[in-house]
C-alpha cells in the first residue's frame, strides 16, 4: 500500500475553529503528517498572541506613559524567559556531562534552546518594530537611540546563531555545544543591559506636548494650581530633547558631518565604502614606510584599519561627526574639519579625506576652513577626493587660497586616475620633495 502523502493546511490568524477540525482529522494521518499540522498549528498560536500584544499597545486610549512602559514590561519578560534558558542549559550541560562524561550534552536539546531564545527575540523586535512606527510620537530621541543601538548588537547575535546551526549540517556538532552557553549569556547581557540603558532614559522622560495640553484641557476650574504646574511642565518641554522625534537626516545641521543614525546604520549594515583599491594604490604609489597618516573623514575607520593591518605604516582615524566616539567605541576620535583653527596634538606625514567632495559639496566656507586645517596638519602631502566639474574647480581654488604650501601634485593625481580613482587629487607641500613611490 502506498503512503498517503502529507495535506497540509495553512491557517489563517482568524480561523481559529480550523484548528479543532484538524485535531479531529489528524487520527487518520500519517504520523509526519500529525507533526507537520502541530506545527503549523503552533506557529498560528504565536501569531494571535502577537497580534493581541500589537492590539492592546495601540489602544488609542494609553498615553506615551502607558504605552512606554508597556514596551518595558515586554522586554523585562524576554530578559526573563532568556535567563530561565540560559540556566536550563547550564543545568542541562552538568547533569549530562556528570553522567556520561565531557561532550555528552545533547545537541538535539541545545539547539532548541537556542532555537526558542532567538524565536523570542526576533518576535520582539518585530512586534516591537511595529509599535514604534505606529506610536513615534512616544519616542525621544534617547530611546530611539536605545532601540538602534540595540537591534545593532541584535543583529550581530542572531547571525552568530545561524553561524553555531551551521556546524550541526556540516557534521560537526559537537562545535555547537562549546557556543550555545556562551550566546545565551551574550543575548541576555544585551537585554539587561538595555533595560538599565531604558530605565535611566525613562527618569528624565516626560509627556509629548499633546499629552500634557490633553491634561491641562480636562483639568476642572477647582485644579488651579495643578493646571498651572502642568502648564509649566509644558512649556518646560520646548528646550528638552524628546518626543517628537526630530526628522531623519543623513547629516547633521552643519550638512556637512554624518548624522548619528546614518553611522549607526552603515556601521549596523555594514555599508561604509572603504575604497580598498583606492587605498592600495595610495600604499604602492604615495604612502612610504613608515609614514604616519590622519584619515580626517573616517567614518568608522575603516582605511585607518586597513593601513594599520599592513604594518607598514601608522593610521590614525578622525571624523566629524560629534558622537563619533561613542559610535566608534574610541577606535576613531572626533574632529570637526569644518571649524576654525581645529588643532590635533600632533602633525601627519599625509591627510587623507577621501569623502571630502561628496562631504562639502559646493560649500565655499566649508572648503576654506578644511584647506586651512589640513594645512596645519600636513607635514609632507594631503590626499582628498575633489569630484569634478564646479566641486573639482571649487576644491582646487580652496587649496590655492587657503593652503598655499600644498602644491596639486599633478604626477600622482595623474597616476592615481590611470589606476580608475577618478575625482582624487594629491597634494605635495613646498619644500617635502617629490612623492616617496613604493615599488
Known sequence: MQPQPCRLRVFSRGCVGLALAAASLAEGQRPVCQLA?????????????????????????????????FVYLSRER?????????GNVTLEMEQ???????????????????????????????????LAA?????????????????????????????????????????????????????????????????????????EPKEDIAGAVEGMVDDDAVAQQNISEKA??????????????????????????????????????????????????HALSRDTSVADVCAGSGLAADFFNDTGLLTAYAFDLSPNIVLLSKGVVQHANLSEDNLRLWRDFDFVLCLTAARDFGLATDTWAKAWRNIEAHAAHGAVLSCGSGDVRQLALA??????????????????????????????????????????
Open 78 to 86: 524576554i530578559h526573563i524567559e532568556l535567563e530561565h534558558i540560559r
Open 235 to 284: 512649556k518646560a518641554t520646548r528646550s528638552r530633547p524628546g518626543p517628537p522625534l526630530p526628522a531623519f537626516s543623513e547629516r547633521e545641521v552643519d550638512g556637512v558631518a554624518l548624522s548619528t543614525i546614518e553611522i549607526l546604520r552603515r556601521d549596523t549594515f555594514e555599508e561604509w565604502d572603504t575604497q580598498k583599491p583606492l587605498l592600495r594604490s595610495l600604499l604602492r
Open 134 to 206: 505606529a506610536r513615534q510620537e512616544c519616542l525621544s530621541e534617547h530611546l530611539q537611540l536605545l532601540f538602534l543601538m540595540s537591534m545593532r548588537g541584535l543583529k550581530k547575535l542572531l547571525n552568530s546563531q545561524l553561524r553555531h546551526l551551521w556546524v550541526v549540517f556540516q557534521g560537526t556538532p559537537e562545535h555547537l555545544r562549546k557556543g550555545v552557553e556562551r550566546w545565551l549569556t551574550e543575548i541576555t547581557q544585551l537585554f539587561e543591559a538595555d533595560l538599565r540603558t531604558y530605565e535611566s532614559i525613562m527618569v528624565n522622560w516626560q
Open 398 to 439: 580652496g587649496a590655492a587660497s587657503y593652503a598655499p604650501a600644498l602644491r596639486l601634485d599633478e604626477q600622482l593625481t595623474e597616476v592615481l586616475e590611470g589606476a580608475g580613482h577618478t575625482g582624487i587629487c594629491a597634494f605635495r607641500r613646498d619644500g617635502a620633495g617629490p612623492t616617496a613611490a613604493r615599488a
Open 96 to 130: 549530562l556531562q556528570r553522567e556520561e562524561g565531557q561532550g555528552a550534552a545533547s545537541v538535539t536539546s541545545a539547539v532548541a534552546h537556542m532555537s526558542k531564545a532567538s524565536s523570542l527575540v526576533s518576535a520582539h523586535i518585530h512586534i516591537h518594530g511595529a
Open 37 to 69: 499540522e502541530a506545527l503549523v498549528g503552533s506557529v498560528d498560536m504565536h501569531l494571535n498572541e502577537w497580534d493581541t500584544q500589537i492590539e492592546f499597545a495601540l489602544n488609542s486610549t494609553h498615553n506615551c506613559s502607558t504605552f512606554l512602559e
